[in-house]
């Protein structure tokens, strides 16, 4: 029955088109804390919606849709507690991914309902959406901007153990985070590695609230706040930029790029830290994230030779793409003809 059901291409259409449902559904979850009230023990749905001030036939109907996916259990009619996912749903789970997912319910969803413009113009939709461009926003809108640093941080804190393992990180020399956000992929690299000093570059407004000092690296790393179209922090060994370029335009990613070269040393060398796209139809999460970027900013994720032939053009030369254990590879490029 099952099998039968599968091979019916227009239920498994029906069902991608109702993927919006479950999305929703765990951004709401996710806004509400409901996994931090299931942190003790299960609940009961009444005593939830009492809780969350809901509705409590609602509320019940959108955790039983989660406890379908895996995200909660129905462990006795009406009464919810969290899978091993859920947890990670969790404010206090070390891998929480909570502040990402409600973050996207806010702004990500919000920016889709404008996809269609940025289909048609091919500028991303979030000024349409918001009335102006992405990092304005979060500048003006504190408590957004906060939020999506820690959502980078709930990212960064998920691969960054994959990505310290899958690179051969130097023993010694200065370590510079491009658009590093609070600094906490740096600062794995920099615990891995104790002979390495380190350099967190973002904006100014980023940089102030970062975790260097939080881990005991204030002796060993500076924080610099300053535009990534500016001047770059220079005379590093190597650089890191981590989910940066996939925001930004070729054209953008050029002029960054030609930055960090003037920035670098001639022996100094550049990863790329980011969602590359594998070629042909393998599911890869690389493919809805190009789509989002486009959506969101106008920006893209790139396949292994884009990026190969964006760092040529600016004068680099790439040596290896390197697969992590998470979703990101690293493009490591050095300067052309050193
Ligand atoms: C997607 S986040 C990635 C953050 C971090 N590398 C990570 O992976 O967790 C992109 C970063 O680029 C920074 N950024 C955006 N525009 C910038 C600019 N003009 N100058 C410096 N940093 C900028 C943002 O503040 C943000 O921290």
């Known amino acids: 029955m099952s099998s039968a059901l599968e091979q019916d291409s227009s239920l498994r259409l029906l069902a991608l088109g109702d993927g919006f449902i ?36 609602t509320l019940h109907s959108m955790l039983r849709a989660l406890a379908g996916c895996g995200v909660f259990t129905e462990q006795s009619p009406g009464c919810f507690a969290l899978t091993a996912v859920g947890e990670c749903l969790r404010s206090d789970h070390p891998r929480s991914v909570r502040t990402t997912i ?39 809108n504190p408590e957004e901007g906060a939020a999506f640093n820690t959502a980078m941080q709930e990212h960064s804190r998920v691969e960054r153990g994959t990505i310290v393992e899958a690179y051969d990180f130097p023993d010694t020399g200065r370590i510079i985070d491009v658009g590093g956000g609070d600094g906490t992929l740096l600062a794995a690299v920099l615990q891995a590695r104790p002979k390495t000093t380190g350099v967190l570059f973002d904006l100014p407004h980023v940089v102030e609230r970062n975790c260097i ?24 060994d190597l650089y890191l930029m981590k989910s940066v370029l996939h925001g930004w335009t070729d054209h953008d990613v050029l ?52 990026y190969t032939r964006l760092l040529a053009e600016a004068g680099f030369a790439v040596g290896r793409v390197i697969a992590t254990g998470s979703v990101q590879s690293i493009v490591e490029a050095v300067l052309h003809g050193s």
């Open 22 to 57: 479950y999305a929703r559904a765990l951004h709401l979850a996710a806004e509400l804390g409901i996994a931090d009230l299931l942190a003790d023990g299960p609940r009961p749905a009444e005593e939830l919606s009492r809780l969350t001030a809901t509705d409590p036939g």
């Open 102 to 140: 409600a973050q996207s319910g806010r702004i990500t969803a919000r920016a889709f309902q404008h996809a269609d413009h940025a289909l048609r113009t091919g500028d991303g939709a979030f000024t349409e959406a918001f009335g102006q461009p992405f990092w304005e926003f979060l500048r003006d």
């Open 213 to 236: 000092g939080d881990v005991g690296l204030a002796e060993r790393c500076e924080v610099v706040g300053g535009d990534i179209f500016g001047e770059l922090p220079s005379g590093g």
């Open 255 to 306: 002029t960054i790029l030609r930055g960090c070269r003037r920035a670098m040393k001639p022996d100094s060398r550049l990863l790329l830290i980011e969602r590359v796209i594998p070629p042909g139809d393998v599911p890869h999460t690389s493919k809805a994230f190009d789509f989002a970027m486009h959506v969101m900013a106008g920006g893209q994720e790139r396949t292994g030779d884009e």
